[in-house]
């Protein structure tokens, strides 16, 4: 259908909407005229996506000068082939109603390992090999060795790309990964490489999240991105642990081991070299010293990975005179390892800050801050000179040189832990040096800085007001937007007391009791009873999760429910969870119903759904609170109360909270779509706890199911679920919450979809 | 008759049968016995054909073995060399006892399948009887043309009975009891055992392996259940246990399962991710590089645990669908496919997006109209019955009692009387049906012979028109079947019919007398 949102023609690929897509558009469109950042929250399966592209597609057709590129971010691989896949049908749609061609551009761009077509890289298994191997095809060295002798292996993909491929355009179009790879195979260029390249005037970018967060890759890829581009985060909930992420290091013995032999292999390169080929070196120096870093263009192919820190720190001067001959960096670089060797030689927690390490390691070792901060630049340039093939062999020296940059850069928003060993094995020695992030704000600002409109979108976003406060960003709009729903098909239960009345609750004291444990199982059991097809569980954390399974199995109470279901549970190893789910989701397929025990900020709570019979509940057992004794996070609470005025008590409940909305949320998809939410603890009726649910659950909260014990909570179930298997046909929903395009018009119904936006 | 191109596995000499010396000779497919200086075989077995051996106790004077065939015949050697006998003898068996298993299955497919369709079929297994029993026809004629006809029928079927899947606790089933003295007792059913089987294969095997030449079967299950296979929360498995080779095999199946990967790529959490941080980047802890040594013994029962019930449940899985087709589709189709279903909105769609699977039924009226009596041949389409509904709801609601031109009150009961049983109306015959007259062990008898008529009749038809000699045989084979089933069936029984019901009621005659009359006018047709 075709939309009005104020004022601006909007092509909607389907029949109906929902009233509060309408809303999200309105919003949507707000932001994008202020030319302002958005926080926008609406329930997973309320269309966000086809929203987002509906609006601003229509938006860039009309404004073509005003936002000229979507960078459009998610998560997983998956998520951004669906996105893809949606914005085909969206073009489709208006292919058939414009009768016009398709002049826009859009495409996925994923790591190479997803995009490689020759035929041996592409079988390697993993990222890094496909990287490594990659970049020993490619690497500008190389290429100019295969011209002198033809004989050196190069990829012939990219050689064709690099000919013919950047004069002519990719014709408009919608390119998935497949397609792309399609495309290349036909032309015989390299699918990545083409793609980084044509991001550069594509309308619409695909891509997750770590090609504009990470410095390392964003530095790559998206430094040449127009400023007029919308930016969108989705399923943006967690994007605070991604920036943090992307600017930690750890360091532990067997990386400094590692670093060592590297060191010693870049030593004997550097004399081999010398004897036979001392102008390469000579050459270096004299670019060094001139600040020429990237004076023989910095070849696409030749960076592995850019500079770890973000680019308005980057020092734009001269590589100083004391690490500028490779002799003297090997030598500085031992020096800077000897140092962090020592470091972990200890026997008792150490936890400082960057400038009491810079101050420290200044004493020891004589390491002045300036030639730290160009350590990792100065081993791009030397690994190049060297001409070192296999760069994946020199991740730990590379990790090192990361570490030595970012630790000099910043002297705010990070600190340094190093620990002897792990708190659960206090007898086996393992140190690790922890450079931790603790300002996601730093990792995101040049986001937030350079592109004009960046939307910050998921279905749990709350309490609203934390992520613009912990984001370090000032939005246009923030809102929150409920499910409009003909018929309740969510229905959120607390169990906080098991029949015997005991309460029930995670609570760190009482977790092990018993009563509790054996609460859950029976929760569990009496919930496999009365559930048809799928069923899952959530847990706090895995440990959590290993000690009840394992006194389930004593009590018997597993085998009692595999009376009613086949048990799945999610294992610390990624290959076997994916078997588990996939045939837990053939269990769910055949009809014999299924549970699958879960954990709350793995794997499988991040990043797969359970649609329809693959959830018809979700347990989420406990209130999943992140693992508080770490020292990583009491720096963070601290760093959060210092510089936000956040309380500690305030973050961890967040933070817990959205966990739980995001496991429990999982399970529902759409309006036709139903699932219990069941969170047993007693803690969740708090009124603190539960005013952090996002709003579409708070609202089918009644304050009659706040304290249930499991009796009355197999009750309540039954009765949902009986009501809820009921046909429900479109007629039902049409007027309520779903509209025709005359519904959509009506003045009254316009003043309701006004009242669905809450403002925070 | 000996063919020289079969594997001569086992010979023994002066092995006397019928009293009779000669060579027994155990052969690829099957055991032949030849008599002393001839060079031919009197006897010769398929090991198809034997169903199993006997052997004479031991201590005996005459040192036998006896082979009992399927038809029930048996063939009785004995070994007379003095100093060897018992030896030659268990050699026979050993061999005979690895042999026949094998045979076993092929012939008792066929026998099975027979055995089941007589046993699911009443009205064949009297057809069976009347025909084969009494000899009229051979077995072998009988089966001829059923059992591919048959073999068709059920393969479209799915073998007819639908595979019974597996409770997921059937292993808590076998909760163990105290017997009351410092034991414990498990019950297990051929169901459960059937079960284990099924679920774990390598058990199976073992079973196969060991029963019942190494243990008896209790024997087996005892140690099943002490093994450590069954309570597999703990980790050291002793060498000796049969069972450690299974849960060793188990592991490696598991392992294979996983290093195979997922089908669909929307739950592969190894590919979710499309740039996963570079080793020692990010908060996460780093994963321990010694990774078991510095876990606790519970740590480490506890995830066998977890690894033991996946296992368990993907298995049970397994057996319940190891029938069904595996639908091949390529990675990339299925992919899109999941692709366009994640992404759809069926509800924002208008109402064409709904896909449905089409009932596929094989008597579609049968489905439409329920389970209905076989004698009824008519039956009204649901159209008709929409009608007459909808026309009977018509009358009834323009329906307007006359209440005027009612019926007296006695003329009504006078028409009650004469229309009861003894009224006026109600009597003269006529009324009777033959199945009231006739008792219903000759009914029986009628509809017996009628099938089997029918039967001989389309072997008869089936002949035509005759093309080979082979079919021309035939022919004449039915035409003396279907004389002898005259004169050995029909005969008596109509004789039967009519020295007990001629005088009673006449008009039957003829309805007896139809297969009769069928026939001679087959008999003229032949001739």
């Not at chain 2, 093309?467 to 022919?475: D, Q, R, Y």
């Amino acid at each position: 259908m075709k939309l009005n949102i104020d004022g601006l023609l909007v092509y909607f690929p389907y029949e109906y909407i929902y009233p509060e897509q309408y809303s999200y558009m309105l919003e949507l469109k707000r932001t994008l005229d202020a030319k302002g950042h958005g926080v926008l929250e609406m329930p997973s399966g309320t269309g966000k996506t086809i929203c987002l592209l509906s609006l601003i597609v229509a938006y860039q057709k009309a404004y073509p000068l005003e936002v000229t590129k979507l960078v459009y971010c998610s998560r997983t691989v998956p998520e951004i082939e669906k996105v893809v896949e949606e914005l085909r049908k969206l073009m489709d749609y208006y292919a058939k109603q414009t009768e016009a061609k398709n002049d826009f551009l859009a495409l996925a761009l994923s790591s190479r390992k997803n995009l490689c077509i020759h035929p041996e890289v592409s079988a390697l298994r993993f990222g890094k090999e496909v990287d490594g191997k990659c970049h020993s095809l490619t690497a500008s060295y190389i290429r100019a060795q295969h011209r002198s002798n033809p004989s050196q292996p190069v990829c012939q993909f990219y050689e064709e790309f690099d000919a013919v491929g950047r004069q002519v355009p990719i014709p408009p179009g919608i390119y998935n990964l497949n397609d792309l790879k399609d495309f290349g195979r036909r032309k015989g260029w390299c699918p990545y490489f083409l793609a980084r390249y044509a991001i550069l005037h594509a309308n619409i970018v695909v891509y997750s999240y770590h090609y504009l967060l990470d410095p390392k890759i964003a530095d790559l890829v998206s430094k040449e991105l127009a400023k007029k581009s919308v930016v969108v985060f989705d399923e943006a909930h967690n994007i605070d642990n991604v920036c943090i992420d992307s600017m930690s290091v750890n360091i532990t013995r067997r990386t400094l081991d590692r670093c060592q032999t590297n060191v010693e292999t870049l030593q004997n390169t550097i004399s081999r070299i010398k004897e036979t080929d001392a102008a390469k070196l000579q050459e270096e120096y004299r670019r060094l010293v001139e600040g020429l870093k990237e004076a023989n263009v910095a070849r696409e192919t030749d960076m592995y990975l850019s500079n770890p820190v973000l680019p308005d720190d980057i020092l734009q001067e001269a590589v100083p005179g004391s690490i500028r001959t490779a002799e003297h960096f090997v030598g500085f670089m031992k020096r800077f390892l000897e140092y962090l060797k020592a470091r972990l030689r200890i026997h008792h927690v150490v936890q400082e800050s960057t400038p009491q390490f810079l101050k420290d390691i200044y004493e020891k070792v004589c390491i002045d801050r300036k030639p730290l901060r160009f350590c990792a630049e100065r081993l791009r340039s030397l690994l190049r000179t060297l001409e070192i093939a296999d760069i994946t062999d020199f991740s730990a020296i590379t990790l090192i040189s990361h570490f030595a940059t970012l630790v000099s850069t910043y002297s705010k928003g990070f600190t340094i832990i190093i620990e002897p060993f792990e708190d659960r094995t206090p007898t086996i020695a393992n140190p690790v040096l922890h450079f931790s992030c603790m300002d996601p704000s730093i990792a995101i600002k040049p986001v937030f800085g350079r592109f004009q409109s960046v939307i910050i979108t998921s279905g749990t976003l709350s309490p609203l007001d934390i992520y613009p406060r912990i984001l370090d960003f000032r939005p246009v709009t923030v809102a929150s937007f409920t499910m409009t729903l003909a018929r309740t098909c969510l229905c959120p239960l607390i169990v906080g007391r098991g029949n015997d009345q005991v309460a029930m609750t995670s609570k760190f004291e009482t977790r092990e009791d018993f009563a509790v444990i054996r609460n859950y199982g029976n929760l569990l059991l009496e919930m496999s009873a009365i559930v048809p097809d799928g069923i899952v569980a959530f847990f706090t954390s895995y440990i959590y999760m290993e000690n009840i399974v394992a006194s389930w199995y004593e009590q018997g109470i597993l085998e009692n429910i595999q009376r009613n279901k086949l048990i799945f549970i999610e294992t610390q190893d990624a290959a076997e969870t994916s078997m588990a789910l996939e045939k837990y989701q053939e269990a769910c397929e055949n009809g014999r119903g299924a549970i699958l025990l879960s954990v709350a900020r793995g794997k499988v709570s991040e990043g797969i759904d359970f649609v329809h019979h693959y959830g018809r509940a979700v347990i989420m057992f406990g209130v999943p609170y992140v693992y508080t004794q770490s020292r990583i996070l009491k720096a963070r609470l601290e760093y959060l109360r210092d510089q936000f005025q956040i309380r500690e008590n305030d973050f961890l409940t967040f933070d817990a909270m959205r966990h739980a909305a995001q496991c429990v949320g999982r399970a529902i998809r759409g309006k036709t779509d139903y699932g219990l939410m069941i969170f047993a603890d007693k803690r969740y009726a708090r009124a603190d706890k539960r005013g952090k649910l996002p709003r579409w659950i708070q609202e089918h909260l009644t304050d009659g199911s706040l304290n249930l014990t499991i009796d009355e909570t197999v009750q309540l179930g039954k009765q949902f679920l009986r009501q809820m298997a009921q046909p429900f046909r479109q007629e039902d929903q049409l007027g309520l919450s779903l509209l025709t395009l005359e519904q959509l018009q009506s003045e009254d119904m316009l003043q309701k979809i006004a009242q669905i936006a809450q403002q925070a | 008759m000996a063919s020289l191109s079969e594997e001569v596995l086992l010979v023994v000499k002066r092995v006397r049968q019928r009293k009779q010396d000669g060579t027994l000779y155990l052969m690829a497919e099957r055991l032949a016995w030849g008599p002393e200086g001839k060079d031919r075989f009197t006897v010769s077995h398929l090991y198809a054909d034997i169903r199993c051996q006997k052997i004479s106790p031991d201590g005996k004077a005459k040192i036998q073995l006896q082979l009992v065939l399927h038809t029930g015949e048996s063939t009785t050697f004995h070994f007379a060399n003095e100093s060897t006998a018992l030896k030659d003898r268990d050699v026979a068996k050993e061999l005979l006892q690895q042999l026949l298993p094998k045979f076993k299955k092929k012939a008792n497919k066929e026998l099975e399948e027979k055995n089941r369709m007589l046993q699911e079929d009443p009205v064949l297994f009297q057809l069976y009887k009347d025909l084969v029993v009494s000899q009229v026809i051979s077995a072998e004629e009988f089966w001829a043309n059923r059992l591919s006809l048959n073999s068709v029928e059920h393969s479209l079927s799915n073998n007819n009975k639908q595979e019974v899947g597996i409770s997921a606790a059937f292993l808590a089933d076998i909760r163990p009891q105290t017997d009351g003295c410092n034991g414990l007792r498990y019950n297990l059913t051929t169901d459960i055992i059937e079960s284990i089987f099924r679920t774990y294969p390598t058990v199976k095997q073992k079973y196969a392996e060991n029963v019942p030449h190494n243990m008896t079967e209790k024997e087996f299950w005892t140690r099943f259940f002490q093994s450590h296979y069954f309570h597999r929360d703990r980790i050291n498995t002793g060498l000796q246990d049969i069972f450690s080779e299974c849960a060793k095999e188990d592991e490696k199946g598991l392992k294979s399962m996983v290093t195979q990967g997922v089908k669909n790529p929307m739950v592969d959490l190894l590919s979710l991710e499309d740039k996963t941080l570079d080793e020692g980047y990010g908060t996460a802890t780093v994963p321990t590089t010694s990774n078991s040594s510095n876990k606790s013994l519970r740590e480490n029962s506890n995830s066998a645990i977890i690894k033991r019930f996946n296992h368990h449940s993907a298995m049970v899985l397994a057996a319940g669908l190891r029938k069904r087709h595996q639908i091949l589709t390529s990675l990339f189709v299925a992919f899109q496919v999941k692709l366009q279903e994640a992404i759809e909105y069926d509800d924002l769609q208008g109402d064409s997006g709904r896909k449905t699977i089409s009932l596929n039924l094989k008597k579609s009226d049968r489905y439409s109209h329920g389970p209905i009596p076989l004698q009824s041949q008519h039956y009204s389409t649901s159209q008709d019955i929409i009608n007459s509904i909808s026309i009977i709801q018509h009358e009834m609601r323009s329906y307007k009692p006359r209440l005027t031109q009612v019926m007296s009150s006695s003329a009504a009961s006078s028409a009650i009387t004469a229309l009861s049983p003894g009224g006026v109306l109600m009597q003269g015959g006529g009324q009777q049906t033959i199945n009231q007259l006739v008792p219903t062990d000759v009914q029986s008898e009628l509809k017996h012979l009628y099938t089997a008529a029918g039967e001989l009749l389309r072997h008869f038809w089936s002949c035509f028109p005759i093309s080979t000699p082979f079919l021309e045989e035939k022919v004449v084979k039915m035409k003396s079947n279907l004389e002898k089933f005259q004169v050995m069936k029909l005969r008596p029984f109509q004789e039967k019919i009519q020295r007990q019901y001629l005088s009673t009621n006449v008009s039957s005659v003829p309805f007896f007398a139809f297969p009769v009359i069928f026939f001679f006018s087959v008999d003229n047709f032949i001739s």
